[in-house]
């Protein structure tokens, strides 16, 4: 099992870009598609951006299509989010998760993720 540290939230504009890093321990972190997801306050955690094993794959939430990058790097152990164009509504605290599974449709889904980092705190002003 990954244990999970993200970093590189803060307080930004409308408008700004961010970009949020993940670091993994251990040696196993190709065996685990990745994935970012985010919790506002009051609300449920909600799917970001996923990423495969390899790379090659890389899956968006609608809200964030277009804006945001997932990527990774398998020697490094690091999968990160860039975030352009950020606007107030991605005020959350994004968490990136590790899912052991196979199945594409279950990278969307938080229950499916066995391991979680802490967060980091992303504000949006307006």
């Known amino acids: 099992q990954v244990q999970l540290v993200e970093s590189g939230g803060g307080l930004v504009q409308t408008g700004d870009s961010l970009r949020l890093s993940c670091a993994a321990s251990g040696r196993t972190f190709s065996t685990y598609a990745m994935g970012w997801f985010r919790q506002a306050p009051g609300k449920e955690r909600e799917f970001v951006a996923a990423i495969s094993r390899s790379g090659g794959d890389t899956y968006y939430a609608d809200l964030v299509k277009g804006r945001f990058t997932i990527s990774r790097d398998n020697a490094k152990n690091t999968v990160d989010l860039q975030m352009n164009s950020l606007k107030p509504e991605d005020t959350a605290l994004y968490y990136c998760?590790?899912?052991?599974?196979?199945?594409?449709?279950?990278?969307?889904?938080?229950?499916?993720?066995?391991?979680w980092g802490q967060g980091t705190q992303v504000t949006v002003s307006s």
């Open positions: 998760g590790a899912n052991p599974t196979y199945l594409s449709l279950s990278y969307r889904r938080s229950r499916d993720y066995d391991t």
